[in-house]
């Protein structure tokens, strides 16, 4: 006899001991399933083959001595198994072979094994040791999912195909990754709830999707410099994380660390180009931030809901921040956007409810809709243009910036924030139509840029604004520019624009001795006039720069009075002279 047949003794449920020849070389599929009596099985090593289910339900089955490629689900739902021994010449362990065999405790794996197969051991729930040669190859899906009471494993270095092979193994602890490893397959131990340490060598250039999904006891992890992709959610809900480093060399890493809430520092090296998508997105303890120099570009949703970051210091190297990067960080109550950055994309910073000044540099040529909306702090503003437009290359509308890109002329004045009292506008040539339409909220413009005209209606319906400072490039002021801003002071230089358009509207006309359109050295807060308010304003900068925050280089431009390219107490004590003077 060389084979035994399919199904040849299945449901055989009384038979309890069978002893095979060394003649068989083959045991055909289903051949002893349901043997629910048998309790023991040696396989002797002419057996090349054990087929599909040969040996599945087998529920009194207690130690097996296998040889040959194991089939398909061969001890599938032996509950009783405590141990298998697998001799030498075994290449395959087979889908499923020892799924549910929730007694097995123990299991030798000979050093011919190549391949352990999809669900090869998944669910064996008592399963405390494993030892996996250096023959393996591949691990495949779930090979090992499910094994609770598995605590620690060694990866073999030769291992090239493992995803999912150890998720939801509850009590994994410690995993060493062998040296020769080039990737961390996806899920390869998503949900290993008890994971609280890793080693990973420098042979590893990828963490893949979900690698450590949930692994929520993860606290310490050293990413190498050799790893170049970390996949979407690799970390997430890791919440025990509580610093991580990241590589210089890393090129993707979109989403890697969503929802870690327990990350609180991150460091990320030079050499990094980019802050991807969602990389700490929802990670709400987050508050020690470094970027470096390196990266140019914070993408969409990089930082939001971070609600533990509390300041940011933007490198001067990026020049776009993505839609929403900073939404919902409502913590954060102070950001320097430095003179390199040209684009602002929609709702950027949407829901940062303590931030109560923000300046954006000149350099910027585009603010998305809804850049700044749900910002119910933000007391004054600081942009090159008036805003973003509806449907429109013209950045004329300043709501917009505050409101849904549905939203039109006559819907957008609701969503600008109560709180805010002063817009400072340092660029662009008009200011159209309905360009602060009902901005109620408004007490104060200044226009510090090179604009020449300010268009009919322009700020129709800002009851509360009180005074505009105006600078001498304005040329044209067209009537009913301020319609119905009856608390209205307009501030300016002597026969400007600006003083014949209040006089010939009889509005309050205060008359500046220096034009904010000017180079502006001493006038540290844009209103148009060196006075004790400069003062404060240079203060605050102090205040700032000894907390880390550099000024920013309009700040420079106008504080720098003793032209030592920064602003320190000499420039402070510099406007206080100007003041003496100017009291003399």
């Known amino acids: 006899m060389t084979d035994i047949g399919r199904c040849a ?22 051949a002893f399933s349901d043997c629910t009596a048998l309790t023991n099985i040696t396989i002797p090593d002419s057996v090349t083959h054990i087929g599909i289910e040969a040996f599945s339900d087998c529920f009194g089955l207690t130690t097996a001595t296998l040889s040959g490629d194991i089939g398909s689900s061969a001890f599938n739902n032996c509950y009783n198994l405590t141990s298998v021994t697998i001799l030498e010449g075994a290449k395959t362990i087979g889908d499923y072979a020892f799924q549910y065999c929730s007694s097995l405790t123990d299991i030798t794996i000979p050093n011919s094994v190549t391949r352990i197969c999809e669900g090869a051991f998944s669910d064996c729930d008592s399963l405390t040791n494993i030892t996996i040669p250096d023959s393996v190859t591949s691990i495949e899906a779930g090979a090992f999912s499910g ?8 990866i073999p270095g030769n291992l090239t195909n493992w995803e999912r092979a150890f998720s939801d193994c509850a009590g994994l602890t410690g995993v060493v990754i062998s040296e020769g490893v080039t990737n961390i397959a996806e899920s390869t131990f998503e949900g290993c709830t008890g994971l609280t340490d890793i080693t990973i060598p420098d042979s590893v250039t990828s963490i893949e999707e979900a690698a450590f999904l949930d692994c929520v006891s993860l606290n310490n992890i050293t990413i190498p410099d050799s790893v170049i992709s970390i996949g979407y959610k690799a970390f997430s809900g890791c919440d025990s994380l509580g610093d991580v480093v990241i590589p210089g060399n890393l090129t993707n890493w979109e989403g890697a660390f969503l929802d870690c809430d327990g990350l609180t520092s991150v460091t990320i090296s030079e050499g990094v180009a980019s802050i991807e998508a969602e990389s700490f997105r929802s990670c709400g303890n987050l508050g020690n931030l470094v970027i470096p120099d390196s990266v140019t570009s914070i993408e969409k949703y990089a930082f939001s809901g971070c609600i533990g970051l509390t300041n940011i210091t933007i490198p001067d190297s990026v020049t776009s921040i ?5 939404s919902g960080c409502t913590g954060l109550s102070d950001v320097t956007i430095p003179s390199s950055v040209t684009s602002i994309e929609g709702g950027a910073f949407s829901g940062c409810s303590s931030l109560t000044s923000i300046t954006i540099p000149d350099s910027v040529t585009s603010i998305g809709a809804g850049a700044f909306s749900r910002c119910n702090s933000l007391e004054s503003i600081t942009l090159p243009f008036v805003g973003h437009a509806f449907n429109s290359p013209d950045k004329r509308f300043f709501a917009t910036i505050f409101s849904s890109s549905d939203d039109t002329v006559d819907t957008a004045y609701q969503s600008v924030p109560s709180s805010l009292k002063k817009v400072t506008i340092t660029g662009g040539i008009r200011i159209e139509t309905n360009a602060f339409y009902k901005c109620s909220s408004i007490e104060e413009v200044v226009i510090t840029g090179g604009v020449k005209a300010i268009s009919s209606d ?4 800002c009851t509360n604004l009180r005074s505009i400072t105006i600078p001498e490039s304005v040329t044209d002021v067209e009537p009913n520019a301020f319609y119905r801003c009856d608390l209205l002071t307009i501030k300016g230089v002597e026969n400007s624009a600006a003083e014949r358009f209040a006089q010939e509207w009889n509005i309050p006309f205060e008359y500046l001795t220096h034009d904010p359109g000017s180079s502006g050295i001493g006038d540290v807060d844009g209103n148009g006039a060196v006075d004790i308010t400069d003062v404060m304003a240079t203060c605050k900068i102090l205040a700032r720069a000894a907390g880390g925050t550099p000024p920013t280089p309009a700040e420079v431009q106008a504080g720098d009075l003793d032209g030592s390219g920064t602003v320190d107490i000499l420039d402070v004590m510099a406007i206080c002279k100007i003041l003496a003077s100017q009291n003399a």
């Open 147 to 154: 094994c609770d009471s598995l605590g620690n494993v060694v």
């Open 9 to 30: 003794f299945s449901d055989c449920d009384r038979l309890t001991d069978i002893i095979i020849p060394d003649s068989v070389t083959s045991i055909g599929h289903e």
């Open 458 to 461: 322009a700020f129709a319906y």
């Open 322 to 326: 993505g839609s929403s990067a900073f």
